[in-house]
């Protein structure tokens, strides 16, 4: 099942130029445009340390490594957010294509999309672009 998390009341609002100061081209290009990167070419899709992965752009603790999984498709891909009010999602209808679109949300940042093609029991994958993500390893 795919919800809408709960509204945060810490969100945060910078202006695009902003944005483009604070993050790296390819942060921004994802994060703010929402592009995506190469499968199978990217940070994280086959990192197994222990950790936490966290919002790219403002810091906020998205996704366990407890909760990723190797799905095949080139990209870190979990079965569930850390918490139901970290993400947000909406419809994405681009390229011809019905998919849900992640974002962070304290900062509206484009994470990745989420599909119900994933393990049980929640059945779903949330297909994250690394270029979204920081990794904070367990200590």
């Not at 992965?53 to 906020?60: F, K």
């Amino acid at each position: 099942m795919i919800t809408k998390g709960k509204v945060r009341t810490d969100k945060i609002e910078r202006s695009e130029e902003e944005w483009r100061k604070l993050l790296t081209p390819e942060k921004f290009k994802i994060l703010r445009q929402e592009g995506t990167e190469p499968a199978f070419q990217n940070k994280y899709w086959d990192n197994h340390e222990e950790g936490t992965y966290q919002c790219g752009g403002c810091g906020l603790p998205l996704f366990s490594s407890q909760d990723k999984f190797e799905s095949g498709t080139g990209w870190p891909s979990f079965t569930k957010p850390l918490a139901d009010d970290v993400v947000e999602t909406e419809p994405d209808t681009r390229f011809g294509m019905k998919r849900i679109s992640v974002k962070c949300a304290r900062c509206g940042g484009h994470l990745g999309h989420v599909f119900d093609d994933g393990p049980p029991p929640l059945g779903t994958r949330y297909c994250m672009n690394s270029g979204s993500l920081d990794f904070v390893p367990k200590k």
